[in-house]
């Protein structure tokens, strides 16, 4: 992957968040009115004890905000952060850790599984660097792999204490937004966890017109 990857990657792709969770296709409509309103997670100052630089603490404070959202939007679920597979690879050929994997939350109670990740993220106190990337580039290849209904995959990656990336994978290659603040771009990581934890299927990046049957496999295209 690294051979068939490594000319067909863009970084720091300005506006990258804005173009792929655009206003029309969200559930709802992601303002500042909208975060100023979710008084359990964010005040005055930012938001309201962020996370330390470990995976549980990431998939709580994640989850809180789209908790959040569901009870002031008055919208249920349909994704949430699981840090129950940081040390211990998922099931497959291949032995990875992803440090948090988003699921459905039909799965909650279950052992995450590659073909049911719906996106991922990666949590480290240290800069964005190129391992970073590859880690990253290997664990959406992995999902791909399971996962014959995606058209492009995506991870978060939580580094630096403060800071954020979206990398968005695809079969031609990836491209990523710059280096955001959580605190100062804020609007951003909330119109990201409103497209991964409410939007449809499409917007976390599954092809639409390929249906699942009861065992996760592919059995029709419309």
């Known amino acids: 992957m690294e051979i068939e990857l490594k000319d067909s990657i863009i970084n720091n792709v300005?506006?990258?968040?804005?173009?792929?969770?655009?206003?029309?296709?969200?559930?709802?409509?992601?303002d500042r009115s909208l975060l100023k309103s979710l008084n359990n997670v964010y005040g005055r100052n930012g938001w309201i004890n962020p996370p330390n630089a470990t995976e549980l603490a990431h998939a709580e404070w994640l989850n809180c905000i789209g908790q959040a959202?569901?009870?002031?939007?008055?919208?249920?679920?349909?994704?949430t952060w699981n840090a129950s597979a940081c040390d211990n690879p998922l099931d497959g050929p291949i032995k990875r850790k992803p440090d948090l994997t988003l699921l459905d939350v039909s799965f909650k109670k279950q052992k995450p599984k590659w073909k049911n990740v719906a996106?991922?993220?990666?949590?480290?106190?240290?800069?964005?660097?190129?391992?970073?990337?590859?880690?990253?580039?290997?664990?959406a290849y992995i999902s791909m792999n399971e996962q014959h209904d995606r058209r492009y995959f995506i991870c978060l990656s939580f580094f630096n204490e403060a800071?954020?990336?979206?990398?968005?994978?695809?079969?031609?290659?990836?491209?990523?937004?710059?280096?955001?603040?959580i605190h100062t771009n804020a609007l951003q990581l909330l119109r990201i966890?409103?497209?991964?934890?409410?939007?449809?299927?499409?917007?976390?990046?599954?092809?639409?017109?390929?249906c699942r049957g009861p065992d996760d496999d592919i059995i029709s295209i419309r």
Request: net charge positive.
């Open 163 to 181: 800071s954020l990336r979206l990398v968005l994978c695809d079969r031609a290659g990836i491209i990523t937004t710059p280096t955001y603040s």
């Open 193 to 210: 966890l409103t497209a991964l934890m409410f939007g449809d299927g499409y917007l976390v990046g599954y092809d639409p017109s390929m």
């Open 119 to 139: 996106a991922l993220c990666e949590v480290t106190s240290q800069p964005y660097t190129g391992r970073m990337q590859y880690t990253i580039k290997n664990k």
């Open 14 to 30: 300005a506006n990258l968040v804005e173009t792929v969770f655009p206003d029309k296709d969200l559930p709802f409509y992601v």
């Open 69 to 79: 959202l569901s009870k002031v939007k008055k919208i249920p679920l349909r994704r």
